[in-house]
């Protein structure tokens, strides 16, 4: 099961809305429906003349949907100024916790760095500037209401992205500042434990105010585990290629062979998944879980080509072995055949990097123990 969907392109950059979205919608509608004096009042700003009910939900609805366009004029912004500077932007996807651009390769220069991280709090200040404008110079309560109140959590967006918490973008500021001074991974490190100090900062009060908020606790905690992982990566396989990491002799099944035949092929070599050919064209590829869809009944009878995988990924040898990895990652995906002009020469599997991670964390020195 799919748990996003695309909803369209801006900018070039694919949008895609995450399943929780529907859920965080559904609360924060029903939060602001049922308080919106309340929240009037605590905030100071006019309150609509309308009754709990219908109309304040709706009302509650529409926040939650501009709260939303909000965040997705956040990452736009960050999105543009990445491709603005060549780093390309591979979707931006908006859920539970808000949205996140996934780039492609987070860059490695602290100044770029800085510019894309500041960039998306700045939009947030522009918007809030723009709806506090707007709720001034309205006239119909319902309208003053929604935009004032946008325009405190545009404000709110913006200040709490700020906190130096890795990897949100103060976080990111941080991290390009230390980068300044220190080896890119050991920033990295240094900035993603001052993250998980206010995770664990974030969850302990969490608990006693918000459980929201223990939430975001866990996913700064691990994505700021995720980043130095990430960065450590990128540090230890350094300058190898996908040619260095893969294994070239890659056995492969033709397609007109059993899925019994295949379920043989597993057992033989100990892989769960191989390139599926007709005569010297890789067609598919095909995986123990593919086979084990197909009822036992059928195991002699159905083709590999009939259940194989036909959009499959592939590599070229001179890719660096980083991003194979982070490819690997970012699909869901254990094994990427290498091709060199229509030709398979080799398949990289996540042993093969695991291995060559290893091998060379071993030749290299440390970069954590640096002073």
Known sequence: MKMSFKVGKIYGVPIRLHFTLVFIVAIIAWSVGSNVLLLAETLG????????????????????????????????????????????????????????????????????????????????LGVALAAFIGGVLAVNDVLVFTLLYLSFINLFLAGFNLIPAFPMDGGRILRALLAKRYSYVKATSRAASIGKFFAVLFAIVGFFVNIFLILIAFFIYMAASQETQSAMVDYVLGNLSVRDVMSPDVETIEA????????????????????VTRGNDVVGLISLKDAKEVPQSQIYTKDVGDVMKTDFI??????????????????????????????????VTRSDIDRSFDIQKELKEYPLAES
């Open 314 to 347: 592939t590599l070229d040898p001179g890719e660096d072995a980083a991003t194979a990895w982070k490819k690997m990652l970012r699909e869901g995906i254990g094994r990427f055949p290498v091709m060199e002009n229509d030709r398979l020469i080799g398949i």
């Open 45 to 124: 700003i006019p309150a609509p003349d309308i009754e709990i009910g219908v109309q304040s939900y709706l009302l509650g609805l529409v926040v939650a949907i501009g709260l939303f366009v909000s965040v997705l004029i956040h990452e736009l912004a960050h999105s543009i100024v990445s491709i603005k500077n060549g780093v390309n932007v591979n979707e931006i996807s908006l859920w539970i916790f808000g949205g996140v651009s996934q780039m492609e390769e987070i860059p490695k220069d602290p100044n770029l760095e800085i510019k894309i991280s500041a960039v998306g709090p700045l939009s947030s």
């Open 256 to 275: 007109n062979k059993s899925v019994e035949e295949f379920l043989e092929l597993v057992k033989t070599h100990r892989h769960t998944g191989f390139p």
